[in-house]
Nanobody, 126 residues
Framework: QVQLVESGGGLVQAGGSLRLSCAAS????????MGWFRQAPGESREFLGG????????RYADSVKGRFTITRDNAKNTVYLQMNSLKPEDTAVYSC???????????????????WGQGTQVTVSS
């Protein structure tokens, strides 16, 4: 089993930045991938991007490409989501997820992921 804990959410003004962290504990795998998702009120869950633990390859949704960056720190078993130039429409609950398939390809569908964090609220004011 894998436990994921997000942190770093909060209230920020438009144009500001936040860095979310996702710390993994329990059983980990060298080839698992991590994805970031968000869900705004009344909206479906949206794929933001992900990173492969095996080769650090990243993938981003067009909606956040150029503003959001996903990185990892293997020594800390932590994945980060750096969010810059935040907009009010970025307001949502942000979650990280672990795909233990071991293939090393970032997938965009929520059903592909085995474990999820509790989510952290990000609110961007104008």
């Amino acid at each position: 089993q894998v436990q994921l804990v997000e942190s770093g959410g909060g209230l920020v003004q438009a144009g500001g930045s936040l860095r979310l962290s996702c710390a993994a504990s329990g059983r980990t795998f060298s080839r698992y991938t991590m994805g970031w998702f968000r869900q705004a009120p009344g909206e479906s869950r949206e794929f933001l991007g992900g990173i492969s633990w095996s080769d650090s390859s990243t993938r981003y949704a067009d909606s956040v490409k150029g503003r959001f960056t996903i990185t990892r720190d293997n020594a800390k078993n932590t994945v980060y989501l750096q969010m810059n130039s935040l907009k009010p429409e970025d307001t949502a609950v942000y979650s990280c997820a672990a795909d233990l398939r071991g293939i090393g390809v970032v997938r965009a569908t929520p059903g592909a992921y085995d474990y999820w964090g509790q989510g952290t609220q990000v609110t961007v004011s104008s």
